[in-house]
């Protein structure tokens, strides 16, 4: 699961051992706010980021944790739903939409869930089974709806082409329909979903809690214009949504505590205001003069070193091991760095303790790392052999070593070299913040030193992963995060490396290693036996480092901070964020 904000901290799983250790290992810093204390009913709970807008707020497009958090928490229901739960149980699954959290059979081939009676849209009509068949189905328009993740399309049973791509085209182009209509079926009473999968999965369940898997009132679709204003099935609605202005939600009368065994929203009102300087955000926090808030971003490093050093905000702020790891996608597409030695170059080159130093340090950001699997999902972590544990590899970057690497990819890919060092340059994707303008200035100086010619892409934040999950806008190294969707590293491999699988940013497909490659990461998610499934995991993951299709990663950390009149504040495990269903205004 991506990350929302790359010059802060978010996004996924951290499995349940892990998260023990979390708090036995005295990692956490500073006490949920107002846990123990009773919850009240009302006001506004305000929330701020320097971010323009959502990256999606349409629930198929919706891929990054924070957000699915906040979404799942105030405006979506979902088949199922992460237990609203600090600590451990947070990571467990609860029916939310459905009766139950899932039937299967079939060898895991067949998935049933039957709606409980009593949900409704925000205008007052039932939510059917024919809304969620609905909103599964919008994920397969690839040309309309995108960046969400692509489970549906890799799970359902759907034929593909000669290329891959599915035979059904989504509900706007109606092409393939009844092909769809055959892998998702709804009962007579329209209550009972069905889903058939093409192989089989043990764990489909964790993936319906995913908006992606929610319901959308086809009446109601407006395309790529629904990112703008979906219609609620949770607690509240959206009264105002303005890209860099604010999203004010309010209440929702046509949602039931009776039909919700899972939400309990406490403020009247919740609004986030976007767009703000980092800044201002800073100085609000700092000063609490907007006590009712919610720092969705984090403070800056050197501000957020200073709160977290001063005894009088030990009340207000959290210090945890996130879900995320920290890396850049090599993009190695035909005329990227399609070169396997400039690839290693920059690999090499990396200045990767300076990029630390300047967000927080490893007390603050995170350390070193070797695998795109963080050692929290435990079985499928192994130590890789080779990158960071080589000994050409330098924290601080080798730059000779890498001009080493260059050379000799003067020879082997003529044409790639000349481009990486050359006027057109070796271009790098980051948000445009404060942070990374300055993190700039650490890559050029250390790849320049390699013999690079570096550049740089600033996208605004609130548009930066549509931007680069776009190959055609993707520059040559791409700024990213990444956790794991649920605990198993069949949400890590398969969508950081495979085609369509919904966050590749390595581009890697047309790699002449890719087919074998693709064809291992198959046949591990169809592994129903789980200690070898494990162990391919480790080796795909020993592979992609091997082709240095990331640069090297980082195991991240991460801080929330809030106001002093923000209550319930506590870490969501599954969602790497706050646990916004028990959030409230003191």
Known sequence: ???????????????????????????????????????????????????????????????????????????????????PAAGPSGSGLVADLATNTGVPSNSAKTWKFTLRPGVKWEDGTAITCADVKYGVSRTFATDVITDGPAYALSMLAIPQDAKGNSLYAGPYKKTGQKLFDKAVTCSKDNRTITFNLSHSVADFNYATSYPAFGPVKASKDTGDKYDLHPLSSGPYKIAKYTINGEMDLVRNANWSKASDSVRTPYPDNVTVRFGLDSNVIDQIMLSDSIPNTVNLDGLQPVNNRAFFADDKYSARRMNVYDPYVRYYGLNSSAGHLDCLAVRK??????????????????????????????????????????????????????????????????????????????????????????????????????????????????????????????????????????????????????????????????????????????????AASAETNRPKQAAAWKSLAQFAMDQFWITPPIFGKAQLDWGSKVGGVAFWDPQGTFLFPALYVK
């Not at 999902?377 to 050409?392: I, P, Q, R």
Request: hydrophobic share 40%; net charge positive; glycine share 10%.
């Open 345 to 522: 170059a920059v690999f090499y080159a990396w200045p990767i303790q300076s990029l630390i130093d300047l967000a927080g340090g490893t007390v603050f950001y995170g350390d070193v790392g070797d695998s795109p699997i963080k050692p929290v999902l435990g079985l499928d972590y192994a130590k890789t052999t080779g990158n960071v544990h080589d000994s050409n590899f330098k924290t601080a970057g080798n730059p000779a070593y890498a001009k080493s690497l260059l050379a000799q990819a003067k020879t082997d890919c003529p044409a790639t070299y000349a481009k990486v060092t050359g006027d057109a340059g070796i271009s790098i994707d980051l948000p445009n913040t404060s942070t990374q303008q300055k993190a700039s200035v650490l890559l050029k100086a250390g790849l320049d030193a390699a013999g690079f010619n570096t550049k740089f892409n600033f996208i605004p934040s609130g548009q930066y992963y549509p931007t680069v999950q776009d190959i055609t806008k993707q520059g040559d190294v791409t700024r990213a995060g990444w956790g794991a969707d649920w605990a198993n590293a069949s949400t890590v491999i398969p969508p950081l490396f495979l085609k369509d699988g919904g966050f590749d940013l390595s581009g890697n497909w047309g790699d002449a290693v890719y087919p074998a490659f693709k064809a291992k990461v198959d």
């Open 1 to 83: 699961m991506s990350e929302k904000n790359m010059a802060n901290v978010r996004r996924r799983l951290i499995a349940t051992a892990a998260a023990a250790a979390l708090v036995a290992g005295g990692l956490l810093v500073g006490g949920a706010s107002g846990a123990s204390a009773k919850p009240t009913t009302g006001g506004t709970l305000y929330m701020i980021t320097h971010a323009g807008q959502f990256a999606h707020a349409d629930p198929q497009r919706n891929y990054t944790g924070q957000d699915i958090a906040f979404f799942n928490t105030y405006l979506y229901r979902n088949l199922v739903v992460y237990k």
